[in-house]
Structures are given as structure tokens and as C-alpha cells.
């Protein structure tokens, strides 16, 4: 149910969550399950009232801002968090991000059995992201299994098996509201920013958490058994970093906080010519029996990654460039035009999104009208179609893949990033701006080309296709460092480790040197690996809730 800040003040809850994207509130629901008896307090900074600007966002400070968006980009403020401009898709870590690798340079601080135990929580998982199931790998799906990329591909040192689901996206907010307003056990309190911790610091025993109203002109306490930060990573970070008594216990500030920053290198650099069946070819999405949308990414196998000692990056087959009128393509054209035009280019996708189509350009108009007059009247009828499926159904189309009759496609890349140090979150001197730097290394931007080179070879062995770069060889490395922008996957900055020395959290998500604060952020990972983030976020919000609860009396 909904309250006020009065209210809240009266109250010891059980459990405190602050944040309610994807993670608060899975970890809300779940917990309520469990506990359905015990007393939650969720708060939310935002307010889903229209406010151009926030605090919050107005105090981040990006050192570089070559690859990293703004921060009106990266996150969303209110009920629902950044699953209000999310993408949905939903992608499962693998084993091998959890494992101690040569190029990691001893920073995977995390382990393989951790992994095989979180992943028991992932049925319930899927089910809050309404993705389906959870199974991974085509081969694990009868409908799929055996089936392959194109015609002649196999499996081997490079796997075609693996799949992102897609959630409707599910926008956490608007599809779980009416359940938290009508829950008795969760109260939500909107319109307040957690910003400081009462500690009894020779226990380690948060007390209270100082609150404050959006404009910053009235200051409250809660009191709770249990704290959990779920306020994304950016603001989870910078909680802790605002906050070094809550380490007293500890020894003082975790060196780890703030540092290890990743997100993902992605871009296209080539294309894939298959030589079988254009028809055969799986260039665009799969759907379960169930409605669900499911897509293939191409993987190098693990043996091969560390055999080459490569970060773990995966591949999906992509539409050319939307901006470059060459692909002659006149929906493309017509969608690319679309995306251009101020005010629809908004309604049609979160800036972020809009501009990894249009790369900011505008380019080519008269080329892209001859595109669209020469096609029609596809140029039209597969906009409409697309758009009618994208934008008007429940479960939404994920993406516009087109057909090639060619059978070529441009090949996307999504890759790993090295944790080091230098990428960062701290605080400024005035104690509240959040300094972030943020760049992509030698080895991320080696890895990518090297990837592309061992599935060239391998496609080559298969007889089934080849790739074909779109730049010179020596200029790859500079391509690769000017196309490609994160800061929507935040990773790293509060990670698991097995001591304060290491890490920031422990393997149950307990912040070192304190008994009753936890982070449920994707700052808790160590690495970055092929995955987007917010799945495994889920998985661990389900598990935290399980933890939580069982550490406490029914
Ligand atoms: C355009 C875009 C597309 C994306 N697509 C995908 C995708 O397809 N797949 C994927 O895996 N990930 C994707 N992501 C990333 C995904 O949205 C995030 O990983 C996910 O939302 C993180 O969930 P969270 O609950 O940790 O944080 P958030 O969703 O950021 O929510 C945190 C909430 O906490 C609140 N808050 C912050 N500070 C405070 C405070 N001090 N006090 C109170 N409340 C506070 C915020 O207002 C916010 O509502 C995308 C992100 C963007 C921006």
C-alpha cells in the first residue's frame, strides 16, 4: 500500500528496500511470499510525476564521455526503475564468468559454485520477467534442439545454441503496481531518497536511514531490522561512497568500492556472408510454443576462450547500418527516417536505444527517399506491420530483423570488458557529485577483433560462410573504440568477494563489516561477461529474498 512519510516514521520494519526497479521490487514480492506477515518498506526516489530533471542525475559528472552515456540516458527515476526504457532482454551468465581467467588478472572474485547454487533461483526469476522458462541453450528445448545458425553450421569452437529471452519488456512498474498497492505487508513511500545511515558501529548494526524529500527541503528517519540497496548501481555506489561509517567494523571503506566499473564493448565491425540457403538461415527471432521470443547469439566455446585467453563476448546476426543508404533496403530507409524525425524518433525509442540506430547522423536523405520509392510498396507495408507488432501487442516484437536474400548480415558484437581499477565511480569533493570514468582497454578492444577472427576461421572450416570487415585491419581498433557507448549495464563497483579486503558484499550480498545492510544491485558483480545485466539481477533478488527470510522467525 501507499503511505506517507509520517507513517513511515512510526513503524520498525522488518525489512527496508530502497529502490524499486526490477531488483526492489522482485526482492519485495519474493519476500512478501515467503514472509507474508512481516512488515516491508520500499522507497522510491522518483515519482512518476513529469519532473525534467532530478538531483540525482543532475550530480553525475561523466569524466570521458566518448563511451558512456549521459545520465538522463542510463537510468530512469520511479516506480519501476529503468524498466521503463529497457530493451527486456533477458540473458543468463555463464559458468565461465564465474571462473578465474588469465585475462582477468585475478579480478574474478566470485566462484562457479555460487553460480550453480544462484541458479536455482531462476524458474522464479523468469517468471517476475514473464520471459518464459529458464533454459538457455536451444539443445534444451525439444522444439529447437539439433537446429542450427544456417546451413552447414556446427558446433564446436564456436556454439550457435545459446539464446537471450525476451521479457513483454516488462515495465516492473505499471505490471506490479496494483499488486503493491493492494499488498498489506509492503508499504511504498514515494518521492524519497535514502542519503545517510545511523550505525552502531562497534556491531556493525544499522540503526536508521536518514530520508529526504525529492526538492531536498525536509529530511525524515526510518527504522528498520534489515536494509537492502537496490537503487541501481550508479546510486548504490554512491550510497556507500557518502557513507564510510557504515565500514567502521570493517576496518574502513572497502579499497574495491567504486572501482572495477564494466558494462559491455558493442558494435559491428563486419558482416556474415553464409553460403547455404538464405531460407535457412535464423536471422531474426524464434518463438516458443508459449509466445515467447527467443534469439540465438553466437559464442565462442569455453575451451576456445581460454585456449586464446579472450574475454567472453557473444554475436547475433544484425540489419546493416540503418544510416548508411547503400544497403538499398527501403524499409530500413523509411524506419531509419522515422527514428530522425524529432518527435517520432522519441515515442519510438529511449534516446540510448535511438541513438545506437541513427548514431546521431543525419545523413543521406535523397539516397534513403530513392531507397523507399524503389521498394514500394514493402518500404510501407513492413514498417506498418513491424509497427503494429512493436508497439501495439502485449508481448511486444523485441527488435526489427530483416531478411536478407543475400544471406548476409551485419554481425553484432557484445563483449566482456577487463575490470581494472582506473574505471570508476567517486565522490567529488563536495561530498554528493558522482565522478565516473569510464573507457575501454587495449585487451577488451583486442578481444573483439580476435573473436571475430576465430569465428571467420570457423565458419570457414564449416564450409557455411565467412566474414567480411568493414575496415582495414589496422584501423579496427580505433572503430571499435569510437562506435561503441555503455553506461546502461552497470557492473562491478560493489563486488562479491570472500573479504572486505577484496570486495564490498560477501556471497549473500551482506555489505563487509556490517550485520543488516545488503546490496541487490548488478554493482555486485565482478565481471561483466557476455550477458546483459538485469536477469541475473533477478535471479539474485529472488535469492537474497530466500536468504533474508530464512536468516528471520515467520
Ligand atoms: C535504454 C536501456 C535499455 C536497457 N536494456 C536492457 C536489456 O535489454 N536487458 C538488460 O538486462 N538490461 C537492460 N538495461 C539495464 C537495466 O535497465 C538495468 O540493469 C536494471 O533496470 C537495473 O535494475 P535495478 O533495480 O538495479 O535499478 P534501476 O532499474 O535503475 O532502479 C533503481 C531505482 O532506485 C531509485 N533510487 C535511486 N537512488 C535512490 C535513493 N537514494 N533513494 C531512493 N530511491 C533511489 C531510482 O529512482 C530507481 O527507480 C537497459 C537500460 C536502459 C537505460
Known amino acids: 500500500m501507499k503511505i506517507g512519510v509520517a507513517k513511515a516514521q512510526l513503524e520498525t520494519y522488518d ?33 512518476n510525476r513529469a519532473t525534467a530533471r532530478n538531483h540525482l542525475d543532475d550530480s553525475i559528472n561523466i569524466l570521458e564521455p566518448q563511451n558512456h552515456h549521459s545520465p538522463y540516458e542510463c537510468t530512469n527515476k520511479g516506480l519501476g526503475g529503468s524498466s521503463a526504457s529497457w530493451g ?8 565461465i564468468d564465474f571462473q578465474p581467467r588469465k585475462i582477468l588478472n585475478g579480478a574474478c572474485t566470485w566462484n562457479a559454485a555460487l553460480f550453480h547454487e544462484a541458479k536455482k533461483f531462476a524458474g522464479q526469476a523468469s517468471a517476475y520477467f514473464e520471459c518464459g522458462d529458464a533454459r538457455f541453450n536451444l539443445d534444451e528445448i525439444p522444439t529447437f534442439a539439433g537446429s542450427h ?17 525476451y521479457s513483454l519488456p516488462t515495465h516492473f512498474g505499471k505490471r506490479y503496481r496494483a499488486e503493491l498497492d493492494s499488498s498489506q505487508a509492503i508499504q511504498l513511500l514515494t518521492g524519497w531518497e535514502a542519503f545517510a545511515f545511523e550505525v552502531i558501529s562497534e556491531a556493525g548494526v544499522i540503526s536508521k536511514m536518514a530520508i529526504r524529500n525529492f526538492s531536498r527541503t525536509r529530511t525524515a528517519k526510518v527504522t528498520a531490522r534489515k536494509f537492502v540497496l537496490a537503487a541501481g548501481a550508479q546510486e548504490t555506489t554512491r550510497l556507500l561512497l557518502k557513507n564510510p561509517q557504515v565500514f567502521q567494523k570493517a576496518g574502513g571503506q572497502p579499497a574495491a568500492l ?26 531474426g527471432f524464434l518463438l516458443t510454443p508459449e509466445g515467447v521470443y527467443l534469439r540465438r547469439r ?59 540506430i541513427t548514431r546521431g547522423k543525419i545523413v543521406g536523405i535523397p539516397q534513403h527517399i530513392g ?48 575490470p581494472v581499477p582506473e574505471n570508476r565511480m567517486e565522490l567529488a569533493p563536495d561530498g554528493e557529485t558522482l565522478n565516473i570514468s569510464y573507457r575501454y582497454t587495449d585487451q577488451d578492444v583486442a578481444s573483439v577483433i580476435r573473436t571475430h577472427e576465430v569465428l571467420d576461421q570457423w565458419l570457414r572450416r564449416c564450409k557455411c560462410g565467412e566474414l567480411d570487415y568493414w575496415f582495414p585491419k589496422d584501423e579496427l581498433p580505433a572503430a571499435i573504440r569510437s562506435m561503441s557507448t555503455d553506461g546502461l549495464h552497470q557492473v562491478g563497483t560493489t563486488r562479491i568477494a570472500a573479504t572486505a579486503g ?31 545485466p538485469t536477469y541475473l539481477l533477478g535471479v539474485f533478488a529472488v535469492r537474497l529474498a530466500h536468504k533474508l527470510s530464512s536468516d528471520s522467525p515467520r
Not at 527486456?88 to 559458468?95: F, H, L, P, S, T
Not at 546451413?151 to 529471452?165: A, H, K, L, N, Y
Not at 558484499?505 to 541487490?520: F, P, Q, R, S
Open 258 to 283: 567504486g572501482k572495477y566499473y564494466q558494462g559491455h564493448i558493442s558494435g559491428k565491425i563486419a558482416s556474415v556472408c553464409f553460403h547455404g540457403d538464405p531460407q535457412k538461415t535464423d536471422h
Open 298 to 356: 553466437l559464442q565462442l566455446s569455453p575451451a576456445t576462450m581460454l585456449e586464446n585467453n579472450l574475454l567472453n563476448t557473444a554475436l547475433w546476426l544484425d540489419n546493416s547500418l540503418y544510416l548508411d543508404p547503400q544497403h538499398r533496403n527501403g524499409a530500413m530507409s523509411f524506419m531509419y527516417l522515422a527514428m530522425i524525425t524529432p518527435w517520432l524518433g522519441k515515442m519510438l525509442a529511449p534516446p540510448a536505444i535511438a541513438k545506437s
Open 88 to 95: 527486456g532482454r533477458c540473458v543468463m551468465y555463464d559458468e
Open 371 to 418: 531507397n523507399i520509392l524503389k521498394d514500394l510498396p514493402q518500404s510501407l507495408t513492413i514498417p506498418a506491420t513491424t509497427f503494429y507488432a512493436r508497439y501495439c501487442r502485449k508481448r511486444k516484437l523485441p527488435g526489427v530483423f530483416l531478411y536478407s536474400p543475400r544471406n548476409v548480415y551485419a554481425l553484432h558484437f557484445h563483449g566482456e570488458q577487463v
Open 502 to 532: 577484496e570486495g564490498v558484499v560477501d556471497e549473500n550480498l551482506k555489505v563487509w563489516g556490517t550485520t543488516n545492510l545488503h546490496v541487490c544491485s548488478s554493482s555486485v558483480f565482478p565481471t561483466s561477461g557476455q550477458a546483459n
Open 15 to 47: 525489512l527496508c528496500i530502497v529502490g524499486t526497479g526490477p531488483a526492489g521490487i522482485i526482492l519485495a514480492l519474493e519476500y512478501q511470499r515467503l514472509q507474508p506477515r512481516h512488515r516491508i518498506l520500499l522507497i522510491e526516489y522518483g515519482t
Open 149 to 165: 545458425i544456417a546451413e552447414g553450421f556446427q558446433g564446436g569452437e564456436v556454439t550457435d545454441s545459446s539464446i537471450e529471452r
